[in-house]
């Protein structure tokens, strides 16, 4: 079974700063997506950015970027010029290739933004 | 339309009540899905539609009852719920193996 794990309950980062979520993973399969979910306040969970197993180069999306390292399964996410609406639950996730598979979710990091 | 919407936003509830939670998504999506997420945890699966057919049951109590009246549509029948069961119950859909799900704003349940 995979396990997704965020080490870091909770993060604040200072306005127009840059901040990082680490997200480690387990998995014996070679074929998979990786996602960053953000959940603000208003509950619903909104996909911030997704990375193919298959593909080197790391994913990016405006100010949000990730650190794909596949051999050390870790899949960190940076946040750049940090504004006062990415404030919110992030959930790092897993999902296989195969058919049929699901999402697995890490415990999440609360990351508060200071002004 | 990128949405998924959930009905009702809120929703109390007593231990005998019987009531129904519903979810819409009008982007052809073929896969539906119902979690729970209890606060400050991540979300938990319970149910997956496959064109409208239910093809995961993730061992929840029959209690909660879900149902897929055509693709656009997932119902979650709510009987004889417990206070434990209180939590946020999250759908979402999918189109297909290399697309992203989108969540719905989820119902907040509190059993009473």
């Known amino acids: 079974a995979q396990t997704v794990t965020q080490s870091q309950p909770e993060m604040s980062v200072q306005e127009a700063e840059t901040v990082t979520l680490s997200c480690t993973y387990d998995?014996?399969?070679?074929?998979?997506?990786l996602f960053w979910y953000k959940q603000p306040p208003s509950r619903q969970m909104i996909l911030v950015i997704r990375q193919e197993a298959y593909k080197q180069q790391n994913a990016t999306e405006n100010r949000f970027s990730v650190n794909f390292q596949k051999a050390a399964k870790s899949f960190s996410l940076k946040i750049s010029d940090s504004q006062l609406g990415d404030a919110a639950m992030y959930f790092c996730?897993?999902?296989?290739?195969?058919?049929?598979?699901?999402?697995?979710f890490g415990g999440g990091t609360r990351l508060m933004v200071k002004p | 339309d990128t949405e998924v919407t959930q009905t009702p936003k809120h929703l109390v509830m007593g231990m005998t009540n019987k009531k129904s939670l519903k979810c819409e998504q009008h982007m052809g999506h073929r896969a539906m899905y119902w979690y729970k997420q209890k606060a400050k945890k991540p979300p938990e699966l319970m149910f997956v539609?496959?064109?409208?057919?239910?093809?995961i049951n993730e061992s929840v109590p029959s209690r909660f009852s879900p149902e897929c009246p055509n693709s656009s549509l997932l119902n979650l029948h709510l009987h004889a719920l417990q206070p434990e069961d209180s939590a946020l119950y999250l759908c979402a859909s999918r189109q297909g193996m290399n697309t992203e799900a989108f969540f719905g704003q989820g119902t907040r349940l509190t059993v009473v």
């Open positions: 996730a897993y999902r296989s290739a195969r058919a049929g598979n699901m999402l697995t």
């Open positions: 998995t014996s399969e070679s074929d998979y997506y």
């Open positions: 539609y496959s064109y409208e057919k239910l093809s």
